[in-house]
């Protein structure tokens, strides 16, 4: 049986891990928690917390289930006593790939992330429902193997798919990688502009078009290009589509944004801002 020390057990996201890893009977979960909202969302659960230091002492593995700007801290306090051969895991590649990780070549490192389910899935019922996955619904996720052996890899993707359960695809990646998907293209880009087109439905009902009307409208036409421009569907937008999405574009966006966004040192500006809670400087 598999020790895991789970930081950050009673919170938003380590809640849903908690529920995936407490009775799965290939781990031994022990959770960490210092808050008091946290440790009563573990008293729900009829857990009780684990000092940190016992918890190291017995922990094969470490997750780090904490905001993006307490993982770096967290990690130097808790690597130097963490047993050798251990593996540490993080949610996100914000803190990892902002060099926020203390070295030590003794343990291994492992970052995951869920995909979430799809746009496009096969849900029914109730699972329809959990937009973030990990309880009913199905989804992809994504490993990398930061440091340490291909058995470090194989211990964290096992781990990966019991606490983000019930997995489908499981895609193995850089650390490097991680970042460009996230945050680059899915909250820079992705976020950024589904966040404007909430925008755009706000403004429609602010000029005097029904807010039902407006949003019942909108999601049916937010549907229909996504199938098309990700081939879920054969017919292609009609000529007076493309004309006017052209000129949202030029109206939109920058001629250069993929650079301005995707290079090296724009992703690595993005994951740095995240770890220390400031936007980055004009240009990155």
Known sequence: MTTIALFGSGGKMGCRLTDNLKNDPAYRLLGVEVSEAGIANLAERGLVPTPQEVALAKADVVILALPD??????????????????????????????????????????VTHPCHPPVFGDEVGDARGDFFGGVLAKQHIVCALMQGPESDYSRGEAVA???????????????????????????TVAACCITVIREAMDEAVARGVPEAAARDFLLGHVNIPLAIVFG????????GAKLIIEHGRQMLFRPDWRERIFSPESVKAQVTAIVRGTPPAPGQ
């Not at 983000?164 to 695809?169: D, G, H, I, S, T």
């Not at 650390?175 to 998907?181: D, F, H, N, P, R």
């Not at 879920?232 to 000529?239: K, Q």
């Open 69 to 110: 700007q307490a993982v770096g801290r967290v990690a130097h306090e808790i690597v130097p006593r963490m047993r050798t051969g251990a593996l540490l895991m993080t949610l996100d590649p914000a803190a990892p790939h902002a060099g926020e990780l203390p070295v030590r070549e003794d343990i291994g490192c492992f």
């Open 161 to 187: 798919r019991a606490m983000y359960a019930p997995v489908m695809n499981v895609h193995r990646i850089t650390v490097e990688q991680m970042a460009i998907l996230e945050p680059a293209m899915a909250e």
């Open 232 to 239: 879920e569907v054969s017919s292609p937008f009609s000529d």
